[in-house]
């Protein structure tokens, strides 16, 4: 009975997006990398407890670090809990690892997390992006253009 109740809880699918990202964003690349978790993460991405919003990431020496990014305490979790906002190492190759830190030292571009999701296999996988922030003109353009998009939508209806 409780892993049923336990199975109801958990998503088949987790795809946790930033939106506020690409608001405030324009992205230029965009990779697909690992997390390094510990024991509860896991289980609390599952169920989808995973705030974005804040989140970007830094080299460490040749490492790439995801900060700022609350995966929330896992709620059958123990003595052994994660800290909910603690750095996460990110996987990725080294060819990959080069790209990010040579286009990363230019001026304006930043590091930032757009998605979270859990690939086939059961892995947490996270979506980088490289981004350059957005000027407000560039802002209201995007706001336009959806309008724009969305009365034409409707205009077919």
Do not use: W
């Amino acid at each position: 009975m409780a892993k049923s109740k336990e199975k109801d809880r958990l998503q088949k699918t987790v795809n946790i997006s930033n939106r506020r990202a690409s608001y405030e964003y324009q992205f230029l690349v965009k990779y697909t990398a690992g997390i390094m978790l510990r024991g509860t993460e896991i289980k609390s991405i599952r169920e989808g407890n995973v705030n974005l919003t804040d989140g970007y990431c830094t080299f460490h020496g040749s490492e790439l670090f995801l900060h700022q990014v609350t995966i929330s305490k896992y709620s059958e979790g123990t003595y052994n809990n994660h800290e909910p906002t603690r750095d996460r190492k990110l996987l990725l190759n080294k060819r990959e690892l080069k790209q990010l830190r040579d286009k990363a030292q230019e001026q304006g571009v930043t590091i930032i997390p757009t998605r979270l999701f859990i690939n086939d296999r059961g892995f947490a996988k996270v979506e980088i992006a490289l981004a350059k922030g957005k000027k407000l003109y560039d802002k209201r353009e995007d706001i336009k253009e959806r309008d724009v998009k969305r009365e034409m939508a409707r205009e077919r209806y």
